[in-house]
C-alpha cells in the first residue's frame, strides 16, 4: 500500500504569485516537477490547475471560478497565502469537498508580520500630508509649502475599525506618535490598555483618522455606509486596507467629491483587479484627495515567502491524509 508520503509525493501543486516564492513551495514539496508555478492570467492558471491535485495561490489576481474547478477533476485542495478568498467559488468547492485553507485564524504564522499596518500606516500619513499633491507640484516645477498644510497627529485620534492583528498594530504606531486611539470590534474582549473601545458611530464621530481592519464577510459588507461616512468629522481622513465591499463605495465618492471628508487612502476596491471603470479610480485621475495603492498592503517579499511556505505545508497536510 502506498505511504502517505507517497500520496504527496505524486501530488502535481500549482502555485500562483511571486515567482521568487516558488522555492518555499518547492522547499515543502521536493519532489521533482511536483510544484510547478502558474502567472496569474486565467487561461494559463486554468490550464494548470486541470492536472492539478493543490493549489498555493498567493497572488488573488485570478478569479478561481465554478467552470476552473469543474475542470480541474484531481483537485483536492485550495490553500491561499492570503486571509481574505472572495476571489474564490467557495460553494463550487464546498460542492466537490474541496477545503479552503486561508490565513485566517493562523495566529502563528500571522502574528510577527506587519507589512499591511505598516502599508496603512503610510496611507495614514500619505493623506494626513497631502502627499501626492505635493510630489506632483514639485514635478510641474512648483515650490510653494503654504498650498499643502499638514495635519499634525500628535493629540489628534485615530478611530480603528476592527482591532485584531492589524489594527493593534495601527493602535501601537498611533501611540508612538501620541494620538488617542477609539477602536470598533464586536468580537474583542479585551482591547489594548492604550485603546478605548467604543461603537462604531462615536468613533467616526470622534476620529480624525479612521482605518477599517475587518474581514469581508455578510456582517461587515456595506458597514460603512453612506449614514455613517456621513457621521465623520468635515476634513477627517479615511484610510481602508481591508475589502472595497466593507464601504459604501458610492457614498464614499460622493463625500469626497463634496469635501465632506478631506482625503482617503485605499489600498482595495470592489470588483477588483477589473478597476479600469471603477468611479473611484477614475476621480483620482482627477483629483489628489484620493490615493489608490493595488492592494499591496501585504506584499513583501519578507512576508510573503513566510505565508507561501505555511500555505504549502498546511496543502501537503491535506493530501498526505489517506
Known amino acids: 500500500m502506498p505511504t502517505s508520503t507517497a500520496r504527496s509525493s505524486a501530488a502535481v501543486v500549482v502555485y500562483t504569485g511571486p515567482e521568487d516564492a516558488l522555492r518555499e513551495v518547492r522547499a515543502v514539496f521536493p519532489e521533482p516537477s511536483s510544484a510547478i508555478w502558474s502567472p496569474p492570467e486565467p487561461a494559463a492558471l486554468a490550464q494548470a490547475l486541470s492536472d492539478a491535485h493543490a493549489l498555493i495561490d498567493a497572488s488573488m489576481k485570478v478569479r478561481i471560478t465554478a467552470p476552473m474547478i469543474a475542470a480541474s477533476p484531481g483537485l483536492r485542495v485550495v490553500s ?185 487612502g485605499l489600498d482595495v476596491l470592489a470588483g477588483e483587479p477589473e478597476i479600469q471603470e471603477h468611479p473611484l479610480r477614475r476621480y483620482a485621475e482627477m483629483n489628489s484627495n484620493l490615493i489608490i495603492t493595488p492592494h499591496i498592503g501585504g506584499f513583501s517579499p519578507d512576508a510573503v515567502r513566510i505565508v507561501v511556505r505555511h500555505a504549502a505545508g498546511r496543502a501537503r497536510q491535506v493530501l498526505a491524509d489517506p
Open 80 to 264: 491561499t497565502a492570503t486571509t481574505g478568498a472572495d476571489h474564490i467559488d467557495v460553494a463550487a468547492l464546498a460542492s466537490r469537498g474541496i477545503p479552503l485553507l486561508t490565513l485566517a485564524g493562523q495566529k502563528e504564522v500571522l502574528a510577527g508580520l506587519t507589512p499591511a499596518a505598516e502599508h496603512s500606516w503610510l496611507l495614514v500619513m500619505a493623506c494626513a500630508r497631502q502627499l501626492r499633491r505635493a510630489i506632483d507640484h514639485v514635478l510641474a516645477g512648483g515650490w510653494n509649502r503654504v498650498e499643502f498644510p499638514g495635519l499634525m497627529l500628535r493629540g489628534k485620534t485615530l478611530g480603528i475599525v476592527g482591532c485584531g492583528r492589524i489594527g493593534t498594530w495601527m493602535a501601537r504606531y498611533a501611540r508612538a506618535f501620541e494620538m488617542s486611539v477609539l477602536a470598533f470590534d464586536p468580537h474583542l474582549d479585551r482591547f489594548p490598555e492604550w485603546v478605548t473601545p467604543a461603537a462604531l458611530d462615536d468613533v467616526l464621530r470622534q476620529s480624525d483618522i479612521v482605518s477599517v481592519h475587518v474581514p469581508l464577510g455578510d456582517e461587515t459588507r456595506g458597514l460603512l455606509s453612506r449614514e455613517r461616512l456621513l457621521l465623520m468629522k468635515p476634513g477627517s481622513i479615511l484610510v481602508n486596507t481591508s475589502r472595497g465591499e466593507v464601504v459604501d463605495e458610492a457614498a464614499l465618492l460622493e463625500v469626497l467629491s463634496a469635501g465632506r471628508i478631506g482625503a482617503a
